[in-house]
């Protein structure tokens, strides 16, 4: 299950993106709220994150003009490892590192076959395992809790 959401920045991008995952079969549930001129990334990253926290195996994607505001919202919440694949090495260090949950994407920073391409790659990039990365991460979760 995949959760996609988006502001007014993001939709065409978003738009994009949720036709290339259609055609590839991949199970999409829609967030974006219905778009009115100042709509607020926070609200949206919250959707898609609770949302993507509250299904086993879920993972998010989200969409605003940077893909920054997206994924500093989305990594306030805690367990959620949202990361801009602003590269084709960030999309897949951010799954084989860092087992992120949140894809973040910039409606006006990528081009939509980059940004396609790049959620390809995330989506089929196995979290490692290795030690040290699961020793990082919990070491994560201490400071999402320290912070609490």
Same mark, same amino acid.
């Given at each position: 299950?995949? =959760?996609?959401?988006?502001?007014? #920045?993001? =939709?065409?991008?978003?738009?994009?993106?949720?036709?290339?995952?259609?055609?590839?079969?991949?199970?999409?549930?829609?967030?974006?709220?219905?778009?009115?001129?100042?709509?607020?990334?926070?609200?949206? #990253?919250?959707? *898609?994150?609770?949302?993507?926290? #509250?299904?086993?195996?879920?993972?998010?994607?989200?969409?605003?003009?940077?893909?920054?505001?997206?994924?500093?919202?989305?990594?306030?919440?805690?367990? *959620? /490892?949202?990361?801009?694949?602003?590269?084709?090495?960030?999309?897949?260090?951010?799954? /084989?590192?860092?087992?992120?949950? *949140?894809?973040? =994407?910039?409606?006006?920073?990528?081009?939509? /076959?980059?940004?396609?391409?790049?959620? #390809?790659?995330?989506?089929?990039?196995? =979290?490692?395992?290795?030690?040290?990365?699961?020793?990082?991460?919990?070491?994560?979760?201490?400071?999402?809790?320290?912070?609490?």
């Amino acid at each position: 299950m995949l =959760f996609l959401g988006c502001d007014h #920045a993001g =939709f065409a991008l978003k738009e994009k993106l949720a036709a290339a995952l259609s055609s590839r079969g991949v199970l999409v549930k829609d967030l974006t709220p219905k778009l009115v001129a100042g709509d607020d990334y926070p609200d949206v #990253a919250r959707a *898609v994150c609770l949302k993507t926290l #509250a299904v086993k195996g879920a993972r998010g994607v989200l969409v605003c003009g940077s893909g920054l505001g997206m994924c500093i919202a989305a990594n306030k919440l805690p367990g *959620v /490892r949202a990361a801009v694949l602003y590269s084709d090495a960030a999309a897949v260090a951010s799954r /084989r590192d860092n087992d992120a949950n *949140v894809a973040c =994407f910039g409606g006006r920073t990528m081009k939509a /076959r980059d940004a396609t391409r790049r959620l #390809a790659l995330w989506l089929s990039t196995p =979290f490692s395992r290795e030690a040290r990365h699961r020793r990082r991460l919990k070491k994560i979760a201490a400071l999402e809790k320290a912070r609490a």
